[in-house]
């Protein structure tokens, strides 16, 4: 089941918005300062690219850097980011089929707007995933 909902997700948002992420990660590691913003973006590309299965879990060594970071890719990018899946969530909620689907590009909001200090792990579960 996991592996179909993926497929469905990829064809229907997550290549688009992994490719923002990915845009994202170039243009932060092209700037030397912010190779750990590209570094989690491209973290979180893979994600949405194959979001079902796996969960985004709170990193318990996250510190004040990573708070700070956050606060330096919201301005950034992370606003983008997170209008990209409100967007598509808003899109995919006008079908009956795609309703499932907007509601996982609104879980991965979070993510995108506060992604230092967390981690994506799997979640040994068939269909499903989490943002905590």
């Not at 590691?29 to 079902?52: D, E, Y």
């Not at 299965?53 to 301005?75: E, K, T």
């Not at 909001?109 to 040994?124: A, C, F, K, M, Q």
Request: aromatic share 12%; glycine share 12%; with cysteine.
């Amino acid at each position: 089941m996991r592996t179909l909902l993926n497929i469905i997700w990829l064809v229907l948002s997550g290549f688009w918005l992994a490719i923002g992420y990915a845009v994202a990660g170039i243009i932060c590691c092209v700037l030397i300062v912010t190779i750990p913003f590209g570094i989690a973006s491209f973290r979180i590309a893979a994600f949405t690219l194959w979001p079902f299965g796996h969960r985004v879990v709170r990193r318990a060594d996250a510190g004040a850097g990573s708070a700070l970071g956050n606060v330096i890719w919201v301005v950034v990018a992370g606003w983008w980011l997170a209008l990209g899946h409100l967007t598509t969530g808003i899109a995919l909620c006008i079908t009956i089929i795609g309703i499932p689907f907007g509601i996982a590009n609104f879980k991965l909001i979070p993510v995108s707007l506060l992604p230092l200090g967390r981690e994506i792990v799997d979640t040994g579960d068939r269909g499903s995933f989490e943002v905590a």
